[in-house]
T-cell receptor, first 115, second 116 residues
Framework: AQSVTQLDSHVSVSEGTPVLLRCNYS??????LFWYVQHPNKGLQLLLK??????LVKGINGFEAEFKKSETSFHLTKPSAHMSDAAEYFC?????????????FGTGTLLAVQP | KAGVTQTPRYLIKTRGQQVTLSCSPI?????VSWYQQTPGQGLQFLFE???????NKGNFPGRFSGRQFSNSRSEMNVSTLELGDSALYLC???????????????FGEGSRLTVL
């Protein structure tokens, strides 16, 4: 069965320092993986997606993620955090066409950015 | 291009009442899916509608229902409200329905339901 695990529920960084949000996945076949971001009192927005093309995926707002099959990971990174990056981030694996036929969301990582 | 619009944004109900939430997808999008978001359970899939037909359903009791109209607008209804139904209900639309190689959803800002 498909699943995702976000390893940190909260991450706090200082403005201008790197961001690392960790996500491990479990999949019986080559997965499609996504990162979504949710700012306070807003809906979710797609940051980036991996669909078996390049393993390093670039997204919006300077974020990128690397698909590592050997480590079953899809960590989200950004070289330099900005105050506006403070939000909740969700790692998502697709089970569309699979047993559940839906997107499976992680539990979220709340990113705080300190001035 | 207008985004996904959900109404109402906030509402308060009491136990036993029912509630109807509305979602207008992005123009041209034919798929609408609904999610319940709570601090304890995170994002839980409720159901997906495509061209007025329910294509997929999550693990929620029958008190949760939905429908989609010919203009792709969707409503979800929760009957006999319970305290545990307090949540942010998110609607998401996509162009041609969910597919394994896309998974891109466009979310509304949600309807925050409080059940007292």
């Amino acid at each position: 069965a498909q699943s995702v695990t976000q390893l940190d529920s909260h991450v706090s960084v200082s403005e201008g320092t790197p961001v690392l949000l960790r996500c491990n996945y479990s999949s019986s076949y080559s997965p499609s993986l996504f990162w979504y971001v949710q700012h306070p009192n807003k809906g979710l927005q797609l940051l980036l997606k991996y669909t078996s093309a390049a393993t390093l995926v670039k997204g919006i707002n300077g974020f990128e993620a690397e698909f590592k099959k050997s480590e079953t990971s899809f960590h989200l990174t950004k070289p330099s955090a900005h105050m506006s990056d403070a939000a909740e981030y969700f790692c998502v694996v697709s089970d569309l066409g699979g047993a559940t036929n839906k997107l499976i969301f992680g539990t979220g990582t709340l990113l705080a950015v300190q001035p | 291009k207008a985004g996904v619009t959900q109404t109402p944004r906030y509402l308060i109900k009491t136990r036993g009442q029912q509630v109807t939430l509305s979602c207008s997808p992005i123009s041209g999008h034919r798929s609408v899916s609904w999610y319940q978001q709570t601090p304890g359970q995170g994002l839980q899939f409720l159901f997906e509608y495509f061209s007025e037909t329910q294509r997929n359903k999550g693990n929620f009791p029958g008190r949760f229902s939905g429908r989609q109209f010919s203009n792709s607008r969707s409503e979800m209804n929760v009957s006999t409200l319970e305290l545990g139904d307090s949540a942010l209900y998110l609607c998401a639309s996509s162009l041609v329905g969910l597919a394994a190689d896309t998974g891109e959803l466009f979310f509304g800002e949600g309807s925050r339901l409080t059940v007292l």
